[in-house]
């Protein structure tokens, strides 16, 4: 895995997204692909096959708007109760690899580190529950709390509103393809995208921006940086 050279000196902010760049994103995949056609087709008791192809469909309607990251909407769209068919697989949460460690350092560094996620707030609280990223966080932040998902430019407007910060000395990290570039499109100067964001996926084809595959190589893990 070859280095980066990230300039830390001209960086004050960190923005990281959540599902698939500090958490393992085979919990989400899992949940919306399997686990959720299987107890959406019992409750309604139709067959699953049909589910499935049914809810890829709707979700495939809102995807990159805020619903399609919504539990509440999904909750009333479906009529179950997605926070509490989260839990039951709770299991599956993880940290990817190295986040602790990269998370320490950067505090270390004297960066923010601000969670920008488009999750609800339901599922943030979920995944929080039974991980430690929570404490390594200065801010938490859900596109929920402002109205607009981070693929929208508003979102950007909003953030920086609330929680003021130089677009050219930040940088964003995230698994999604269509949110940097909303980040780009805002002014973000420092961009990365993460190789593989579910450990049970190949790596992602990435063609616009730079991609790691492990937090050391922008940042030594190992000792403490300059």
């Not at 995208?193 to 921006?209: G, N, T, W």
């Amino acid at each position: 895995m070859r280095a980066f050279n990230i300039d830390w000196h001209n960086i004050d902010t960190v923005l990281l997204d959540m599902d698939g760049t500090l958490l393992d994103l085979h919990f989400d995949n899992y949940f919306w692909l399997e686990h959720l056609p299987k107890r959406y087709s019992q409750q309604s008791e139709r067959d699953e096959s049909q589910v499935r192809a049914e809810l890829q469909q709707r979700m495939t309607a809102r995807q990159g708007t805020l619903n399609w990251y919504c539990t509440d909407f999904w909750s009333e769209e479906l009529n179950v109760d997605i926070v509490h068919l989260k839990r039951e697989i709770l299991h599956l949460v993880n940290e990817r690899p190295q986040v602790v460690d990269f998370l320490r350092v950067l505090g270390e560094m004297g960066k923010d580190r601000i969670l920008v996620t488009n999750a609800h707030r339901d599922s943030v609280n979920i995944k929080f529950s039974v991980t430690v990223i929570e404490p390594l966080l200065d801010r938490v932040i859900s596109s929920h709390d402002y109205g607009w998902p981070k693929e929208d430019q508003n979102f950007w407007r909003a953030l920086q509103l609330n929680m003021p910060f130089d677009p050219a000395r930040t940088l964003f990290i995230d698994d999604s393809e269509p949110v940097l570039l909303s980040a780009e499109k805002y002014g973000i100067a420092h961009l990365l995208c993460i190789a593989q964001p579910d450990s049970q996926q190949p790596d992602k084809l990435v063609k616009r921006f730079p991609v790691i595959e492990a937090f050391d190589q922008i940042v030594n893990l190992e000792s403490r940086p300059d």
